[in-house]
Every structure is written in structure tokens, then in C-alpha cells.
């Protein structure tokens, strides 16, 4: 499995940025995506989670804020990220878990078994 996100940048606080994630080489018809960032100095947190049955999980600091999409034909997911704090800076990854079933452990990288390297998204005027 291979997993590649795209689209991370610079923008100021109110801003939104588009974040890209393309999983190949899955197997399995039920799988799930999830979205984590680190920020320098903390601990990998998630941000949102998806699975292919369209069912989702949020992060309380990013409700309302951010929405997790996806195209199950190609595995591609989209997360829309509005509404930007400085708080959201940070690197953010795209994993893929093809074992489990979406519930709250999938906020939780421990549960992912491909990752990608990451794209950095910083929030500042």
C-alpha cells in the first residue's frame, strides 16, 4: 500500500487550504483513511478519519471547521480545511488502515499500517 499527500502550504489565519491524499495498491473493499498532524515539540494527534463506507470521525478542535471527503473508486480523499488557527500548523499525514472497521481507535495512529511522508501546513500572518 502506498499512500501520497498533496496539497500543504502557507496561509494566513481564515484561510483554507485543500490537503490531497492518494491510496493505492489496497486490497480490501473496506478500508479507512485518516488524517494526523504533528506539530514540533507534540505528539502525532488525528484530525479526521474516513472509511469507505463513508462513516467519519473529527477531531473536537477541528468540528465545523474541517470536512473529510473521499472517492472510493480511485481511494482518494480530500480534506477541506477552513476556518485556519495557528493552532492547525504542522505536518500532516495521510495513513491508511485495510484491517480494521472505523470506530474511535481510528483517531489513533497506532491503528494504521501505511503512512505517507507528509506535507506541511503552516497558519501565519
Known amino acids: 500500500v502506498q499512500v501520497v499527500e498533496s496539497g500543504g502550504g502557507l496561509v494566513q489565519p481564515g484561510g483554507s487550504l485543500r490537503l490531497s491524499c492518494a491510496a493505492s495498491?489496497?486490497?480490501?473493499?473496506?478500508?479507512?483513511i485518516g488524517w494526523f498532524r504533528q506539530a514540533p515539540g507534540k505528539e502525532r494527534e488525528g484530525v479526521s478519519a474516513?472509511?469507505?463506507?463513508?462513516?467519519?470521525y473529527y477531531a473536537d478542535s477541528v468540528k465545523g471547521r474541517f470536512t473529510i471527503s473521499r472517492d472510493n473508486t480511485n481511494n482518494m480523499v480530500v480534506l477541506q480545511m477552513n476556518s485556519l488557527e495557528p493552532e492547525d500548523t504542522g505536518t500532516y499525514y495521510c495513513?491508511?488502515?485495510?484491517?480494521?472497521?472505523?470506530?474511535?481507535?481510528?483517531?489513533?495512529?497506532?491503528?494504521?499500517?501505511?503512512w505517507g511522508q507528509g506535507t506541511q501546513v503552516t497558519v501565519s500572518s
Open positions: 495498491g489496497i486490497t480490501s473493499e473496506y478500508n479507512i
Open positions: 474516513i472509511a469507505s463506507d463513508g462513516n467519519t
Open positions: 495513513a491508511a488502515d485495510t484491517v480494521g472497521y472505523i470506530n474511535i481507535g481510528s483517531m489513533y495512529w497506532q491503528t494504521y499500517d501505511a
